[in-house]
Nanobody, 128 residues
Framework: QTQLVESGGGLAQPGGSMRLSCAAS????????MCWFRRAPGKGRKRISC????????YYADSVKGRFTISGDAVKNTVYLRLGSLKAEDTAIYYC?????????????????????WGRGTQVTVSS
């Protein structure tokens, strides 16, 4: 059974950091592009970062570039997102996502419709 399970969310202070994990089952990380999307209160779900295990490349949205780091562990079949220099506007539900179409291309998924599997999400709240 294909499943994505996120963990690691919670409350953090502005300027702080945390790490989110996404454990994948039912498929191999190397055959998929793994992404993190987030949905801020009252807004739509947006792509923020993606990781392609086949070539080790990654993508970041401008809003998180230089502050967040995505990585993957093929042995544990898990992808991570380290959130740093957190801001109040990073408050959102963070979703792990997987798509196989871009696993061996140079392109990245851009929309929700290009995602094959979703996790249930984990809440990240940044507040003092």
């Amino acid at each position: 059974q294909t499943q994505l399970v996120e963990s690691g969310g919670g409350l953090a202070q502005p300027g702080g950091s945390m790490r989110l994990s996404c454990a994948a089952s039912g498929f191999a990380l190397n055959d998929y592009v793994m992404c993190w999307f987030r949905r801020a209160p009252g807004k739509g779900r947006k792509r923020i970062s993606c990781f392609r295990a086949s070539d080790g490349n990654s993508y970041y949205a401008d809003s998180v570039k230089g502050r967040f780091t995505i990585s993957g562990d093929a042995v544990k079949n898990t992808v991570y997102l380290r959130l740093g220099s957190l801001k109040a506007e990073d408050t959102a539900i963070y979703y792990c996502a997987a798509t196989w179409v871009f696993a061996y291309s140079s392109s990245w998924p851009e929309s929700e419709s290009e995602i094959d599997y979703w996790g249930r999400g984990t809440q990240v709240t940044v507040s003092s």
